[in-house]
């Protein structure tokens, strides 16, 4: 089945420092990758989309220079929390959907931001 | 708008009982519907999904019928076990442009011996 990693698995940072979150689709291409935000026994949040090789579409509230997002190939997206505050900390969770199956996302097992 | 509506839980339930979590949903079109399920510390998995009315997903001994008059998708099993402990996601989607995914809150199921 189509797998999705996220790297690292969880992060403690200090206040101020920028942390990188990568989502890889392993074994198919995705077209469009999606970064989600989890807070505790809460649904997820839907932060942005992003494409292969264009600007993510950013989810209203969401600042775009806040949470950096690249999709630089098929296989690689990555978040950049930028200059992260105690209020950062959350689950964050990406998802890949295929290029021939548009409506099924696979999800990555989610990166778990402390803040200190 | 578009939205996906919920059974607060959790849910508790021995072994071997019934299990419904209830879905419903207000859209602007028609849209395909998923049950994700998310085990204690890990990444959400597609459990089921029907993308047209009267559908019936199923996978694992879990069903759900897509109901257009009631607008419901609600998810159940005959007899749960307690390794089925987690939280379940209803979601929608439409066909085309990004596919964005719509939430429900969450239902947590805790399946007791």
């Known amino acids: 089945g189509a797998v999705v990693s996220q790297h690292p698995s969880r992060v403690i940072c200090k206040s101020g420092t920028s942390v990188k979150i990568e989502c890889r689709s392993l074994?198919?291409?995705?077209?469009?990758m999606f970064w989600y935000r989890q807070f505790p026994k809460k649904s997820l949040m839907l932060m942005a989309t992003s494409n292969e090789g264009s600007k993510a579409t950013y989810e209203q509230g969401v600042e775009k220079d806040k949470f950096l997002i690249n999709h630089a190939s098929l296989t690689l997206s990555t978040l950049t929390v930028t200059s992260a505050h105690p209020e950062d900390s959350s689950f964050y969770i990406c998802s890949a959907r295929e290029m021939t199956r548009r409506e099924t996302q696979y999800f990555g097992p989610g990166t778990r931001l402390l803040v200190l | 708008g578009n939205s996906v509506t919920q059974m607060e839980g959790p849910v508790t339930l021995s072994e071997e009982a019934f299990l419904t979590i209830n879905c419903t949903y207000t859209?602007?079109?028609?849209?395909?519907l998923f049950w994700y399920v998310q085990y204690p510390g890990e990444g959400l998995q597609l459990l089921l999904k029907a993308t047209k009315a009267d559908d019936k997903g199923s996978n694992k001994g879990f069903e759900a019928t897509y109901r257009k008059e009631t607008t419901s998708f609600h998810l159940e099993k005959g007899s749960v076990q307690v390794s089925d402990s987690a939280v379940y996601f209803c979601?929608?989607?439409?066909?085309?442009?990004?596919?964005?995914?719509?939430f429900g809150a969450g239902t947590r199921l805790a399946v007791h011996p």
């Open positions: 074994d198919f291409q995705a077209t469009t």
């Open positions: 859209a602007t079109g028609y849209p395909s």
């Open positions: 979601a929608l989607t439409f066909s085309g442009g990004y596919n964005k995914l719509i």
